[in-house]
Every structure is written in structure tokens, then in C-alpha cells.
């Protein structure tokens, strides 16, 4: 049928152009009804990046990222099925999930390695999860059911999400910021948020995107940006966190700028629950300079 179809057209490229659409569409009903599945076939796990403080390169904290292991297609990583999750709702039950076990496991470090008393537990949140009128009891049931403090409760929303959901329920945030969690914002800089709104959210952080940590030590300009998120934040009395800091180069520009805490694979990678303890007490156990080898997957 696609051979007459492109015959008639007069060639060939419509005819492969229709099977690669139909493939992608087929794909795509695969991985919806697989994900659907996943929850109780146990194939979605936690890793665990290190949050650090800049000045003495110890960490503060986890955040915790979704993992897939499809049994066929293996590793699937967020940015292809996070976006599915959302489209359909399964990111209900997924991100409840995901509450209840990334701060189960990180007030497990808490109680058990003495390094990781007071970290706290960064937990990423979707829109979609934020305007649901149950989101406030999911999340205070997550934080009774692992005994954790809230105030060590970090959760990341994007600032496009933010800026998408202009009818965000004001009695949601109220209800979180009774229980005593933190909002960071995440990905900042890629939208645009007002400092109002910033206020308005009652945020306790602020995320500097990756992108700008790039720049460091290259191009003025991601200096630039940072250091005029660093003034807003600075007189909003809210914390920053760069991300994605990958070299010593990066780590001694965000030292100069003045910025508290940061993340990377300079110092790791996001790492399975299993080898967390063993890296913590390497750290602690190193003499002072010496790093460990960041984890390699
Ligand atoms: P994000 O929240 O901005 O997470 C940071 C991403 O940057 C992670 O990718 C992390 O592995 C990666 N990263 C960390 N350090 C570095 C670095 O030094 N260099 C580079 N090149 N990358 C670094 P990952 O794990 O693939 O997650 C992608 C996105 O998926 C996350 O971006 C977040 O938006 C979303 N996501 C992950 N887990 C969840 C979840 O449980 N719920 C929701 N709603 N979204 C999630
Ligand atoms: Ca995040
Ligand atoms: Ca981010």
C-alpha cells in the first residue's frame, strides 16, 4: 500500500517517511500501556545525586530522579517518559510513589549513616501533581510515613510549570508551607518568572539551570546571569543551587560568585540507593582535599 501510495506521489521518500511515522506511533502506544504496568511490575527506582556545599565540598542532601528498567527497550531515562507520564495522568500514582520512597530512603541515611544526619531530600514535582486537590495529604502522608522532618523536604518544580499554571491552587501552597516543606524552583533562568510571583510561591530556592553553569569560565555572560539571580535571591532571602557543575573551573567561578550549594558530576553522578552509604563514608573518611572518585554508572 505505502509502495502505491508513492508511486503515485511520484517517489519514494513519502512512502519511508509514512513508515517512520507509523513505527513512532506505535512506539509511543507501547511505552504508554508499558508504563502503565511499570508500578507493579517494579521497574521504576530512585538514584540519588549529591546536593554539595560549595565551600567545603561535603553535601547537604539528595535529589531524588526516576529510572525506568524496561524488561525489553532496559534503561528508559525521565526525559523520554516523564512527558507520557504527564499526558496521560500516570504521573499521579508515579509521583506519589516516587514522595514516599525518595524520603523513606533519605531519613533511612538520615537514622543510619551519621554523615547524613541533617539532609535534606529533594523530590522533583510536575505540574500536573501540584494542581491535584489530594497533592497536600500526599505529601504529608509521605512525610508521616517516613518519620523525616519537612523542613528537610525540598520539592522541585520547574519554573515554566509555574509560570503554566496560572490557577494554581493558592490553598495547595498555603497547605505545604503549613507543613513546613520547602519549594525550590527548578530550571531557573529558562522561563520568566517575576520576583512577585517568586514571593507570591513562598520558595526557599532557587535552581540556576545548567545551561548558565556551562558558560562559567567560557562566556562572560553566564557570570552575568548568575550573579543577578544571586542579587535577587540574596535580598528574597532564598538559597541557590547551581547545577550541573561538571569542572574545577565551574566550581571556582561559582566559589568567586558567592553561590552556597551546587550539583554535578565533578563530584557524581545520580547513583543507585545500594552504594550511597559506602560514598558517604569515604567522604567523611578522606583526608581533607582528597575526593573520591565520582560514581561512575
Ligand atoms: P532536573 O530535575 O533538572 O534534574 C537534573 C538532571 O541533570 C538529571 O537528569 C541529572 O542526571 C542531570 N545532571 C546532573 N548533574 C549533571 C552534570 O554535571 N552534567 C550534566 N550534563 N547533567 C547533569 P535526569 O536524571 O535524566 O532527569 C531529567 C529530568 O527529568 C529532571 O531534570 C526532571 O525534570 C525530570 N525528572 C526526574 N525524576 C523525576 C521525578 O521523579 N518526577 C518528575 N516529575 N520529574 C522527574
Ligand atoms: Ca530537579
Ligand atoms: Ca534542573
Partial sequence: MYKAKAKSAGGDSSAVYDVRMTGRAVG????????????????????????????????????????????????????????IAEETGLILPIGAWVLREALRQVQEWRRSVPAAENFSAAVNVSGRQLVAKDFPEIVEEAILFSGIDPAAVHLEVTETVLMDQPDLPKETLQRLSRLGIGLSIDDFGTGYSS???????????????????????????????????????????????????????????????????????????????????????????????????????
Avoid at 538514584?47 to 528508559?76: C, K, N, S
Fill in 28 to 83: 509511543r502506544l507501547d511505552l504508554e500501556s508499558d508504563l502503565r504496568l511499570a508500578l507493579g511490575r517494579n521497574e521504576l527506582s530512585l538514584e540519588y545525586q549529591p546536593i554539595m556545599d560549595v565551600a567545603t565540598e561535603m553535601p547537604v542532601g539528595f535529589e531524588a530522579l526516576l529510572r525506568w528498567r524496561h524488561r525489553d527497550q532496559g534503561l528508559i531515562m525521565p526525559d523520554t517518559f516523564i512527558p
Fill in 195 to 297: 520576583l512577585s510571583y517568586l514571593k507570591w510561591l513562598s520558595a526557599r530556592t532557587v535552581k540556576i539551570d545548567r545551561t548558565f553553569v556551562e558558560e562559567l569560565g567560557s562566556d562572560p555572560h553566564g557570570a552575568t546571569i548568575i550573579e543577578l539571580v544571586l542579587g535577587m535571591a540574596g535580598s528574597l532571602n532564598l538559597d541557590v543551587i547551581a547545577e550541573g557543575v561538571e569542572s574545577k573551573v565551574q566550581l571556582s567561578e561559582l566559589r568567586r560568585l558567592g553561590v552556597r550549594h551546587a550539583q554535578g558530576f565533578l563530584w557524581s553522578k545520580p547513583m543507585p540507593p545500594a552504594p550511597v552509604p559506602s560514598w558517604l563514608t569515604a567522604l567523611t573518611a578522606g583526608s581533607p582535599g582528597q575526593e573520591p572518585s565520582p560514581h561512575v554508572r
